[in-house]
């Protein structure tokens, strides 16, 4: 699924269920998102705001990297951010937790701290997908499958089945935890609820528009 030169195939054909994964990572940061935006306060929001890093906080608690990525990418959203007088209601303990956050599940250099905070860890692990993405691209894009005397390349091959081994070593311990039905239920309703990407910025000007004051902004959040 990772060999993007394979013709006539679709990706969501080649490899269904990452395809699968990938936008049910999307559809939970949408989530997030939606659930701040859906409170007609600054005061509201920020509440939610809170509950959100608390909850990403204890993700990473319990090395559920997938679920930790996925709430900061919806609480990092521009439309979230720009949300001046929201943000100011929050307090500077959890703007700290949560730009600690920010660390562990950056992009740069591949995901370098998330995945050495993966390494550290004991499973039960749920590691964010993209992480191995990111490096089956890297290895299949940037080794060649030859070496230099035309025969197969093992090390590129050794390369590939180490990634791969490591997804399912995460994947032979499961989680000892009761399941919680109002929990799924939530969120899986929510998730097929949650606004577009668009409707999330129209939401967020509307909450707050561009050069509002403060003042104004409560004014009219009161009388709503």
Request: proline share 3%; with cysteine.
């Amino acid at each position: 699924w990772y060999q993007r030169r394979v013709r006539g195939v679709k990706d969501k054909e080649r490899a269904p269920h990452i395809c699968s994964i990938m936008q049910r990572c999307d559809k939970m940061s949408n989530m997030v998102a939606s659930e701040v935006l859906a409170g007609e306060t600054a005061t509201t929001r920020a509440k939610t705001i809170t509950k959100w890093v608390t909850v990403a906080k204890l993700c990473r608690q319990h090395n559920n990297f997938a679920s930790l990525l996925q709430i900061v990418a919806g609480l990092t959203f521009s439309a979230i951010q720009r949300l001046k007088y929201t943000w100011s209601l929050v307090t500077s303990e959890m703007k700290n937790e949560l730009n600690m956050l920010k660390e562990v599940v950056s992009v740069s250099n591949r995901f370098k701290n998330m995945k050495a905070e993966i390494k550290r860890c004991d499973p039960p692990c749920v590691p964010y997908v993209g992480v191995y993405l990111a490096d089956l691209i890297s290895i299949e894009e940037g080794v060649q499958n030859l070496n230099s005397n035309g025969l197969i390349n093992f090390a590129k091959m050794r390369m590939l089945a180490h990634t791969i081994l490591e997804i399912r070593l995460y994947q032979q311990t499961h989680f000892e935890v009761e399941v919680v039905p109002d929990v799924i239920k939530h969120i899986l309703v929510n998730c097929s609820n949650a606004l577009s990407e668009d409707k999330i910025f129209e939401r967020s000007y509307t909450l707050e528009p561009r050069n509002q004051r403060p003042a104004a902004l409560e004014n009219s959040s009161s009388s709503a």
